[in-house]
């Protein structure tokens, strides 16, 4: 039987390039990276650090551990941080900002990534009053994974860069997708990140490496990160072996390649509509495709029988089901899993 997983964008496996190139590496491509003497990982975080338009970058083994590290860099226990209602920082990073960095969390409602910022003012602390955490920093996600791969635009993140330095906040960007919200836009990815303090973008999700995150900024801000990173169990020794898969990772042909993932996404999207079902599909700006049932069902039941149909996906909640394009997904993939899961569909609602 076919498989098409659709699970998410972490799925995916190295092109045989980024193959070839590892195992041609030697000895001396490797060293101790909690010493500085990875010369692959070096390279690596210098490499990142220009292309993102930032000081300095580091390496760490995971998004969640990136998040974590920018937080910890930037704040102090008992500080309040604001986060967006559903994002991953929020909802999936297992409350490590409040555990270990004994951060005050308030979410923020927004559209698609965007708050109102008369809102978000109404939510900012006095820093003068004693009773009160300190507001300190904000985060914001690009693209968003909850909103359906929603890219929250520049002219956004300048607004939200104003209130920043109105508010004298610090600015935190989980870009675990960033560049899929730079390649839809068709921009470069500085246009996003010049407006942030810190950023954090994955190097496994859909540029297709097998671990590891990329965290970015300041100079000073790095150098406070790696020790942090340390703390949480993320140093590393000879990193350079998984390293060297993002520096072809972060070459421009590879970068480009997500607007497959996009277009690969927009057609499944425009296939589901065409079903005229009682499902809502969300508007799908990169490569995440979510829908929802306008009528009460089971949705574990739905999930159950597309993995039997061969298409495997998440219910991210009780009445929605997301779909992830990425690097291994076909056009054909694309029109086999439309009409498996119009079937499925069909037969359920």
Not at 125 to 137: A, C, G, Q, T, V
Not at 172 to 184: C, E, Y
Not at 216 to 222: D, H
Not at 317 to 329: A, D, L, N, P, Q
Request: hydrophobic share 40%.
């Amino acid at each position: 039987m076919k498989i098409v997983d659709l699970r998410s964008d972490t799925v995916t496996k190295p092109s045989p390039e980024m193959w070839e190139y590892v195992k041609s590496m030697g000895n001396s491509q490797l060293g101790d990276d909690v010493m500085g003497e990875d010369p692959t990982v070096n390279e690596l975080e210098e490499k990142a650090a220009k292309l993102i338009g930032k000081e300095a970058a580091l390496f760490v083994t995971s998004g969640t551990q990136g998040n974590l590290v920018s937080l910890l860099s930037q704040t102090k226990p008992g500080d309040e941080i604001l986060l967006e209602e559903v994002s991953h920082i929020f909802l999936n990073e297992v409350g490590g900002a409040a555990r270990i960095g004994g951060l005050m969390i308030r979410t923020y409602s927004s559209v698609r990534g965007v708050p109102s910022f008369e809102y978000l003012q109404s939510l900012i602390r006095d820093k003068e009053e004693i009773h009160e955490p300190p507001s300190m920093l904000l985060c914001t996600e690009n693209t968003h994974n909850y909103h359906g791969g929603a890219i929250v635009g520049v002219d956004a993140l300048k607004s939200m860069r104003d209130f920043i330095n109105k508010n004298e906040l610090k600015f935190h960007l989980d870009g675990a997708r960033i560049f899929n919200a730079a390649v839809g836009l068709n921009v470069p990815v500085t246009e996003f990140t010049k407006y942030v303090d810190t950023v954090m973008f994955c190097l496994s999700k859909g540029l297709s490496c097998p671990v590891g995150s990329i965290v970015a900024g300041s100079k000073e801000f790095i150098s406070k990160a790696r020790k942090f990173r340390k703390m949480v169990g993320g140093g590393m020794r000879q990193a350079g072996i998984i390293a060297a898969f993002g520096l072809l990772a972060l070459e421009p042909k590879w970068i480009k390649r997500l607007d497959e993932d996009h277009k690969n996404a927009k057609k499944l999207a425009q296939g589901l509509k065409n079903f005229n079902l009682p499902i809502k599909v969300h508007p799908t700006d990169t490569n995440i495709v979510i829908i929802e049932m306008l009528e009460k069902i089971r949705i574990i039941k739905i999930i159950t029988t597309l993995n039997k149909a061969g298409i495997l996906a998440y219910n991210i909640s009780k009445e929605k089901i997301r779909f992830v394009t990425h690097y291994g997904i076909t056009e054909d993939d694309i029109n086999y899993s439309t009409e498996q899961i119009g079937l499925v569909l069909k037969k359920n609602l």
